[in-house]
């Protein structure tokens, strides 16, 4: 395992990128936003921007192919979770929710029972306003989860 790990960003939707940020330049762990050519994203110390064309997967994509073990990837996406967790990074949703082999299956199950819902016809919630409180738990995971990471590799 590298000595610190990189917090990595899927940077389109993401509701807490500052939090991020702050928390990074704080502990001296670098960053990276992935986003595609829809968003201007600008680079600032320690954040080093990545864009790629706007097709449905390029962000996801990039991302899988440029993560190593003990990364931490930021990202609401179940799929994109599912392989960051089978290449040994770890995953936290924008609401600090830690996504893990023992809870991602149960995720995209219920995923796939809401679009089938959808698809026939039936309604769904979606996600609540993202709060204050909220991302203010999203940024005391990611510190535990940095100190935890940082942590192992002083063992």
Do not use: W
Request: net charge neutral; aromatic share 4%.
């Amino acid at each position: 395992m590298k000595a610190k790990p990189t917090i990595v960003v899927d940077a389109d939707s993401c509701p807490v990128k500052q939090q991020i940020q702050e928390t990074a330049s704080q502990m001296g762990v670098p960053v990276v936003m992935v986003a595609s050519y829809d968003h201007l994203l600008l680079p600032k110390d320690g954040v080093r921007v990545i864009q790629v064309d706007r097709s449905d997967q390029s962000v996801d994509l990039y991302i899988a192919n440029s993560i190593s073990p003990g990364d931490i990837v930021v990202t609401g996406d179940f799929g994109l979770a599912c392989i960051v967790i089978s290449k040994g990074a770890i995953v936290l949703s924008p609401r600090g929710e830690e996504y893990t082999e023992a809870n991602i299956d149960y995720l995209m199950d219920r995923r796939h029972e809401s679009a089938r819902r959808r698809r026939s016809g039936g309604k769904t919630k979606g996600p609540r306003a993202m709060s204050e409180a909220d991302r203010q738990l999203f940024q005391q995971k990611l510190t535990k989860v940095l100190l935890e990471q940082q942590e192992k590799c002083e063992l």
